[in-house]
C-alpha cells in the first residue's frame, strides 16, 4: 500500500500523487509500487528493499540521488492469543523533493503523523521529520519495555506457586523481546550519532533540542532493557530452583501420605489372611472389626501428627 501526504496551511493532507515537499509512505508494499517508487527517485532497487527484511541492520547509506536511513522499530506479534515483542525495520529516504519511508507493517510510530498526534510536523523539514520518527520509535521502546515489566511481574506471582513449566516458557520469551530490542537500540543509536556527521542531511539550528531529547530517549530505553534482561535472566535462574523444589515439596507430601496410609493396609492385610482366628486378637469379639479400626486409624493418626510435629507437610 502506498500513501502520499502533503502539508497544506499546516495540515497533513492525503494527496493523489507524489509532489514537492510530499511524504510518500509505504506500507507492506507490492513489487509495482516498490519499483515505481525507486525508478521515479532513482533509488538502487536493493535498497528499496531492505525495510523488507526483517532481518536487514540498522545503517546510513549514503548516493548521489537520496540518503537512506534504516532503523529497527518495535512491533507487536500475536502468537496462540499471546503477544510478542520483536523488531522490523524501517527505512527512510531523503531525496530531492520528498521523503519516502517503507515498512512492512503499519506501525504506530508513523500512525502518530497520520492521525496529527505529532506537532509541528512537516515533511519539507527532513532532518527534523526524521528526528520525530526516531524520537516516536525510541518512546515506543519505552512504553513496550514497561508493558514487558508489568508481564514479568504477573508471571512471577504465578511462578511462586508453580510446579509446571509454562511460566518459564512465558518469561523465556520476554527475555527473547529484550534481547531484540537491546540489539536494536545499539544499532539505532550508532544511526543516531552518524546521522548528523552526514553532510547529504540538511541541519536547522532549532531541531537541537530535539536532537537530545532523541539521543536522551535512546539511552533511557537501551538502559532500561539492559536492567529488565538482566531482572529476568536472574529472575528465570532462581524460579527454576523454585520449581524444582516445589515439585520436591509435593514429592514429599505424596510418599509422607503413602507412609500414613500404608499402616492400616498392613493391619488390615493380616488380619486378610486365611488363617484360623484362634490366636488373631479381637477376632471372637462382636466388636472386633471396629476395634481394628479403630486401632488402624489411631496408629495413622499418631504417625501423622509425629510428621506435622517435625513439619515434614511445609
Known amino acids: 500500500m502506498i500513501n502520499y501526504y502533503r502539508v497544506v496551511e499546516n495540515k497533513l493532507t492525503t494527496v493523489e500523487s507524489p509532489m514537492e515537499d510530499c511524504w510518500i509512505s509505504l506500507v507492506n508494499p507490492t513489487e509495482a509500487e516498490v519499483a515505481a517508487a525507486g525508478e521515479r527517485y532513482g533509488i538502487d532497487m536493493d535498497a528499496m528493499k531492505s525495510a523488507l527484511d526483517t532481518d536487514e541492520r540498522s545503517r546510513i547509506e549514503t548516493d ?37 519511508t517503507v515498512c512492512l507493517e503499519e506501525t504506530p510510530i508513523l500512525k502518530g503523523f497520520v492521525t496529527g498526534a505529532v506537532r509541528s510536523f512537516d ?21 513496550y519495555l514497561r508493558i514487558i515489566d508489568r508481564q514479568s511481574d504477573q508471571v512471577e506471582n504465578k511462578l511462586h506457586k508453580s510446579t509446571q513449566n509454562r511460566e518459564l516458557i512465558e518469561l523465556l520469551k520476554l527475555e527473547k523481546s529484550l534481547v531484540y530490542f537491546t540489539t536494536a537500540l545499539r544499532s539505532n543509536e550508532v544511526v543516531l550519532e552518524k546521522l548528523f556527521k552526514n553532510d547529504s542531511v540538511k541541519k536547522y539550528p532549532e531541531d537541537e533540542d530535539l536532537l537530545e531529547d532523541v539521543i536522551v530517549e535512546n539511552k533511557q530505553a537501551i538502559e532500561m532493557a539492559n ?18 523444589n516445589n515439585l520436591n515439596i509435593v514429592m514429599k507430601v505424596l ?35 471396629w476395634i481394628i479400626v479403630g486401632i488402624a486409624v489411631l496408629l495413622s493418626v499418631i504417625t501423622s501428627l509425629i510428621f506435622v510435629k517435625f513439619k515434614m507437610f511445609k
Not at 502468537?79 to 529516504?93: A, G, M, V
Not at 531482572?231 to 523454585?242: E, N, R, T, Y
Open 123 to 143: 515533511p519539507a523539514m527532513k532532518s527534523r521529520f526524521v528526528l520525530q520518527i526516531l524520537y516516536r520509535s525510541a518512546s515506543l521502546f519505552l512504553q
Open 64 to 100: 548521489d540521488n537520496y540518503t537512506m536511513i534504516l532503523v529497527n522499530i518495535p512491533t507487536i506479534e500475536t502468537h496462540n492469543d499471546k503477544e510478542l515483542y520483536d523488531t522490523i525495520p524501517l527505512s527512510i529516504f531523503l531525496v530531492k523533493k520528498a521523503v519516502i
Open 255 to 289: 510418599a509422607i501420605v503413602t507412609i500414613v496410609m500404608s499402616i492400616p493396609t498392613m493391619i488390615f492385610s493380616a488380619y486378610g489372611m486365611n488363617v484360623a482366628t484362634r490366636g488373631m486378637p479381637f477376632a471372637e469379639s462382636v466388636y472386633g472389626f
Open 227 to 244: 536492567i529488565y534482561s538482566g531482572i529476568l535472566s536472574g529472575m528465570m535462574d532462581a524460579f527454576a530452583s523454585v520449581i524444582s
